[in-house]
Nanobody, 123 residues
């Protein structure tokens, strides 16, 4: 019933850009805060960005501020992550997630999770 499906990952050179998309279904998308997390091999999952129900508030981890932009289109039940000036340390599997809480950086606060999409940035 509930699905979050990420797409848009791939292999890019350092300095390049990618736009990730996450299509949601099976829940009332417009009342959920949406977030992006990432996990690299051998590392713990980390918070990347979040956006409030209406898109009026956003939050980014320090390492991506000024480079990544999170946005949402409630009419399409889709959240996006525009990633610019990518660095090798951005390499990870990226996951989208949903929570009824106000903007949260904590993975356990998120109720629904997607399957992830791989982003690889070459140096």
């Amino acid at each position: 019933q509930v699905q979050l499906v990420e797409s848009g990952g791939g292999l890019v050179q350092a300095g390049g850009s990618l736009r990730l998309s996450c299509a949601a279904s099976g829940f009332t998308f417009s009342i959920y805060t949406m977030g992006w997390f990432r996990q690299a091999p051998g590392k713990e999952r980390e918070f990347v960005a979040a956006i409030s129900w209406s898109g009026g508030s956003t939050y980014y981890t320090d390492s991506v501020k000024g480079r990544f932009i999170i946005s949402r289109d409630n009419a399409k039940n889709t959240v996006y992550l525009q990633m610019n000036r990518l660095k090798p340390e951005d390499t990870a599997v990226y996951y989208c997630a949903a929570t009824l809480q106000l903007v949260s950086t904590k993975g356990p606060d998120y109720q629904y999770w997607g399957q992830g999409t791989q982003v690889t940035v070459s140096s």
